[in-house]
T-cell receptor, first 116, second 114 residues
Framework: GAVVSQHPSRVICKSGTSVKIECRSL??????MFWYRQFPKQSLMLMAT?????????EQGVEKDKFLINHASLTLSTLTVTSAHPEDSSFYIC????????????FGPGTRLTVT | GENVEQHPSTLSVQEGDSAVIKCTYS??????FPWYKQELGKRPQLIID?????GEKKDQRIAVTLNKTAKHFSLHITETQPEDSAVYFC?????????????FGAGTRLAVHP
């Protein structure tokens, strides 16, 4: 159990366009979801945290108007990269935690975004 | 805020040898310390974790030790195999805004040579 999926797995978009990435918990209800960004050969950097039905909490330095997060239900969170630029090209990974366990996070397979 | 330092950044061992990766953290309130293995282009995979009420935990060839006083924890892999080659990340929990966030170390690239 505790499977998290992401869609799409890879996406290429043109500079200036927007891209939406979906994160779903398939077999549990995710009380909290997290979005990370990982540049090549670097660590995971937390971008934002969200609870279902409430506004996301963004980490310092992450532009909330550029990275829109919607946690619409207990099984779905979306990240929209607006007006994407080449420097937004990265590996975006979501994770989810479930009720009753405040610590363990279950990671999605990641989305490789390339902005041309 | 929490800061997690991880050493070494790269580690090369011969098959069958042991590998040790060390992390230190700054937030004394941290109480959950997971270790992840990540292969290229894949999701981080939890390999072992430890909570602050325990000093050591072992799962077959993998063990983690925690010293809360010194604020450091270590991953020990014994009898390494080529398939252990990957990037390993430590992390420490941090309570912020009502959420338990994870702060990751910079990672260790482990190469196990046959």
């Amino acid at each position: 159990g505790a499977v998290v999926s992401q869609h799409p797995s890879r996406v290429i978009c043109k500079s200036g366009t927007s891209v939406k990435i979906e994160c779903r918990s398939l077999d549990f209800q995710a009380t909290t979801m997290f979005w990370y960004r990982q540049f090549p050969k670097q660590s995971l950097m937390l971008m934002a945290t969200s609870n279902e039905g409430s506004k996301a909490t963004y980490e310092q330095g992450v532009e909330k108007d550029k990275f829109l997060i919607n946690h619409a239900s207990l099984t779905l969170s979306t990240l929209t990269v607006t007006s994407a630029h080449p420097e937004d090209s990265s590996f975006y990974i979501c994770s989810a935690s479930r009720a009753g366990d405040y610590y363990e996070q279950y990671f999605g397979p990641g989305t490789r975004l390339t902005v041309t | 805020g929490e800061n997690v330092e991880q050493h070494p950044s790269t580690l090369s061992v011969q098959e069958g040898d042991s590998a040790v990766i060390k992390c230190t953290y700054s937030d004394s309130a941290s109480n959950y310390f997971p270790w992840y293995k990540q292969e290229l282009g894949k999701r981080p995979q939890l390999i072992i974790d430890i909570r602050s009420n325990v000093g050591e935990k072992k799962d077959q060839r993998i063990a983690v030790t925690l010293n809360k006083t010194a604020k450091h924890f270590s991953l020990h892999i014994t009898e390494t195999q080529p398939e252990d080659s990957a990037v390993y990340f430590c992390a420490a929990s941090m309570l912020s805004g009502g959420y338990n966030k994870l702060i990751f170390g910079a990672g260790t690239r482990l190469a196990v040579h046959p």
